[in-house]
């Protein structure tokens, strides 16, 4: 949209560049730059128009961009071409992701490298590296504590590293996704360090307060992440002699986006990592980016204007780059993410769809679809340039964030169905196989989440610990099931690394005096390799799960329909125990239909035809057809169907 202001101030400002011989002749990058600077003088002065720096801090901005675009390297040049061309690249059926820690994976990123030809054997082409930038010793969130956003940890290795793997993942047609920490950077940063020292300029980084009087107004709603390990949101610096805000842990001080300073830091190491070859960008905590008292300070409006800004600075600079919301936050709040009006699809490009994740292990908990058929039902619609990140299982824990008003609708009480579900899966409700554990209980509101790996979640170490083979199949099979749905049901699939040779629980977390205190650590396996040479052994657990899933991935690319552009309509199985939905393009449609119990399980010929489908439709995950009984499909424990007209090979 053309904005005469913001077209005068850049007609202006580049000339000036000119004139200081600034300017190289680039005209993909000008025009790009001219395309969506309306919206970036728009955002930035509706986020910092109020002080009287905003021309020298948006000039600021403007030379940050033709810098960028100068440094960035001529093979990632021809890839934003490429994915300018299709813009709706990371909508396709083909993509399947995975997630991991490259220390617990492979030891260091010259091991990673090793590693890429297994993670395509599987058919993995989008890998998610979790955080690897330089963190302190210790204590560090897991890599969410940066001490310095342009270093590898020394640990895994080097930026160096880092490119030649990216380059090796290029060659493979694979993508690589890495995590931006946006909300808070670790106490060791120079900027925090600078800040410790009395340095006023970098104080005004962070939320220092003299006394806690400011942070006790904060207080008064603001809720708490890590609630045992972290009560509070706020920490005195003795040093300093201030407190800081530190929402999630004490040594993670908030970043203050009010300061313009702070954006165009965080935007020029944005710039940075794109330029290094990253594809997808994960936008840690994004909910948290602005603070205002009286508020649970998420979700504030300014946060996404910060997130329109990123995106619209990094579409001039680097179009070929994605984003990822990390937004674990109510379905209504999630789509927001995405954009909304003349933004929508222009704020992050991805989110994860962390419904429904819990609804499907709600699924696994109570035998009934009721709940996931109703929630689903009423998620909001996202922009059609937009996708999520399905999955079952990630390196967090399972937090039961559900509506209280979705749990009520199917006759469930709020407060005793969560109560159900953390006593089903961490082993204590009777007759339960699972072996998971309680996550950050909070006494005061009794709340919890859930920790343990997808494998262990659903009875694997159990029955294999009992060498009881029924129960070891139904894991692999509710296991598959659970994948079938979240690889067919519309967005990028992740598959948890491990969960493709179902790993159970590793708990030598509890011997490790910096992890001891975090579960979570169950869930974040190291890889034996050795063992891993099990999947090419048949009959062991992992050859029975590891070709499972690669059978079921390849399904997936091979089916088009599948596709994030294309619908996804609930169907109604007449069954309470049988979750189904079409997927369909303007040629193909194919019918997913899912057994959550370990029952068999019937649905009538006549919920076929509503799908639009015949009677010799046949499945694509086995390429044969469904078995009939008496005018009714029937079911076998955990099975799921992706029924078709199409033949397969």
């Known amino acids: ?5 913001a077209q005068k101030f850049l007609a202006a400002l580049l000339q000036q560049m000119e004139q200081r011989g600034e300017l190289a002749s680039h005209a993909e ?5 001219g395309a969506h600077f309306s919206d970036v003088y728009q955002l930035f002065y509706r986020l910092y128009g109020g002080r009287d720096d905003v021309s020298e801090r948006l000039s600021q901005l403007v030379r940050m961009l033709v810098r960028a675009h100068t440094e960035r390297p001529d093979e990632l040049k021809q890839i934003d071409r490429t994915r300018v061309a299709d813009p709706q690249w990371y909508l396709s059926s083909s993509l399947v992701s995975t997630m991991l820690y490259v220390d617990r994976f492979s030891g260091t990123l010259a091991g990673f490298e090793k590693r890429i030809d297994y993670l395509k054997e599987l058919g993995i082409n989008l890998v998610h ?3 690897l930038l330089e963190c302190p010793e210790g204590k560090n969130d897991g890599g969410y504590a940066v001490c310095n956003y342009r270093k590898v940890d020394e640990a895994y290795g080097s930026m160096g590293d880092l490119q030649r793997v990216i380059s090796s993942l290029h060659k493979k047609g694979m993508l690589l996704q890495l995590d931006l920490v946006l909300n808070h950077t670790s106490d060791q940063h120079e900027w925090a360090q600078a800040a410790r020292a009395g340095d006023a300029h970098f104080q005004d980084y962070y939320y220092l307060f003299d006394d806690r009087s400011v942070p006790d ?20 610096i003795e040093k300093l002699g201030k ?16 300061n313009p300073h702070v954006f165009l830091e965080m935007l020029d190491i944005l710039l940075f990592l794109a330029n290094r070859g990253v594809d997808v960008l994960r936008l840690d905590a994004v909910p948290y980016l602005w603070k205002r008292i009286g508020s649970v300070s998420q979700n504030e409006p300014e946060a996404h204007l910060i997130l329109q800004l990123f995106n619209s600075c990094a579409k001039v600079v680097a179009p070929g780059v994605a984003f990822m919301a990390e937004a674990v936050v109510q379905p209504a709040e999630i789509v927001r993410y995405f954009g909304e009006g003349d933004y929508a699809g222009r704020e992050c490009e991805m989110a994860y769809h962390v419904s429904l994740m819990v609804l499907l292990w709600d699924c696994i908990a109570t035998g009934d679809t009721r709940l996931f058929m109703h929630a689903m039902r009423a ?17 967090d824990d399972i937090g039961l964030g559900y509506a209280d008003k979705d749990i009520l609708s199917v006759g469930f009480d709020p407060f005793l169905h969560r109560r159900f579900m953390v006593e089903y899966f961490t082993g204590e409700y009777p007759g339960s196989p699972a072996r998971g554990a309680t996550f950050m209980y909070n006494p005061r509101t009794q709340d919890a989440r859930i920790s343990g790996t997808a494998a262990s979640l659903l009875g694997l170490e159990r029955a294999v610990e009992l060498q009881d083979e029924s129960a070891i199949s139904a894991a692999i099979d509710s296991l598959i099931m659970l994948y079938a749905v979240v690889t067919s049901i519309g967005g990028i699939p ?13 708990y030598t977390f509890l011997t490790d005096p910096v992890l001891h205190d975090d579960n979570r650590w169950m869930h974040r396996p190291r890889i034996d390799w050795e063992r891993m040479k099990r999947r090419s052994k048949e009959g062991s657990v992992e050859q029975r799960v590891f070709s499972r899933m690669q059978r079921l991935i390849g399904a997936r690319k091979a089916t088009p329909e599948f596709g994030a552009a294309n619908p996804m309509h609930l169907v109604d199985a007449e069954n309470s125990h049988i979750l189904s939905f079409l997927r369909h393009d303007e040629s193909q449609r194919t019918f997913v239909t899912a057994n959550v119990t370990d029952l068999p399980q019937y649905i009538d010929r006549s919920v076929l035809g509503r799908a639009g489908l015949p009677e010799d439709a046949v499945d694509l995950i ?5 078995v009939w009984r008496a005018g009714k499909i029937l079911f076998e424990p955990y099975q799921c169907y992706w029924l078709s007209t199409r033949r397969i090979n």
């Open 129 to 131: 590296l979790m955080p």
């Open 622 to 626: 086995t390429g044969k057809p469904p």
């Open 243 to 258: 407190w800081a805000m530190t929402v999630f842990h004490e040594y993670q001080w908030d970043l203050n986006y009010t």
């Open 217 to 236: 107004e904060y207080e008064r709603s603001l809720p708490e992440v890590f609630p045992e390990s972290a009560p509070g949101n706020f920490t005195f």
């Open 1 to 5: 949209m053309y904005h005469r202001p």
């Open 379 to 395: 998620m909001p619609e996202i922009p059609r340039e937009a996708t999520w990140f399905t999955y079952i299982r990630c390196h």
């Open 29 to 33: 990058f000008y025009a790009r730059l």
């Open 494 to 506: 992740i598959i948890y690394y491990g969960d493709e040779v179902g790993m159970t629980n590793d």
